[in-house]
């Protein structure tokens, strides 16, 4: 991938993060973080969902066409499982071991001419490690 390539890429990923923040935000939902990093892998956003009803572990997946197929199909069972180790790991440091938890996807077809296509998958995946 060459460095305008990925530059791209990131933006598109960018966009797609600020979309999605958006979207949960004016659903009740509450960002307690984003981009979380750590050895295992990362979550694009931790949320508390409407209501109290419990952690949300949200993997954020934006394309600009579907060449590369819709943008849920990339959470790959190996991505399941970064982004598993990533829950488990910001957990840990939070000391939230006991809290209910669930992993999203959010996927959106980013469009100029037309409103963004933005699809939530709730409980998307389980636990993997």
Not at 78 to 97: C, D, E, P, V
Request: with cysteine; aromatic share 8%.
């Amino acid at each position: 991938m060459t460095t305008e390539a990925k530059y791209i890429h990131k933006r598109t990923g960018d966009q797609g993060e600020e979309i999605a923040a958006a979207f949960l935000t004016a659903r009740g939902y509450r960002i307690l973080e984003r981009n979380f990093r750590c050895r295992g892998g990362e979550v694009d956003i931790i949320a508390r969902a409407p209501g109290d009803r419990g952690l949300v572990f949200i993997e954020v997946k934006a394309r600009k066409g579907l060449s590369y197929g819709v943008p849920q199909l990339a959470v790959t069972p190996f991505k399941q499982r970064q982004i598993s180790k990533a829950a488990l790991t910001w957990l840990s440091i939070k000391g939230l071991h006991d809290s209910n938890a669930r992993f999203d996807v959010i996927a959106i077809l980013l469009h100029t001419d037309a409103p963004h296509a933005i699809e939530h998958i709730q409980n998307a995946f389980d636990l993997a490690y």
